[in-house]
């Protein structure tokens, strides 16, 4: 009898949303201009930006496979996956419909200030997050139908 050396195949979740909305402050007075994220996503590429559960840098629960600056905002596509109790509980709550909400964690590179608002002009991402409340209150995903 052959023993298989093939780790099982994981399953996964695609998910599609905006993790950011242009000129949209946020509950903490952030604002996001187009094509703050243009040099960060030139250098790294959607797979350098890691896609988290809330914002807990040991739960990496899937990969981002597209990221895109559109006339929105910055559109995310990726995959929860299931290879970790944290991926498998991320899946079933967005399945569920409990989880919907992304949220940005990243790096000023430039900035100013218009009153109580601090508008980002230039940033370095480094992850989004699959959250329960998004501090920017549209940024929100959807599961993708196949």
Known sequence: MAVSTLAPRSSSLE?????SL????D???DVVTKGAFAASLAKTGPRGVRM??????RAIVGVWDRMVEDER??????RIMDWSAEGRFAQA???AGALDGLSIGFRSSRARREGRLRVLVEVELWEVSLVTF??????RFRSVDR
Do not use: K
Not at 134 to 139: K, V
């Open 52 to 57: 988290l559960h809330q914002h807990e840098g």
């Open 15 to 19: 998910i599609a949303g905006y993790a």
């Open 27 to 29: 509950l903490n007075g």
């Open 22 to 25: 242009w000129g949209v402050a």
């Open 93 to 95: 709550l967005s399945r």
């Open 73 to 78: 905002g910055l559109f995310v596509a990726g």
């Open 134 to 139: 998004p501090m920017l209150p549209g940024a």
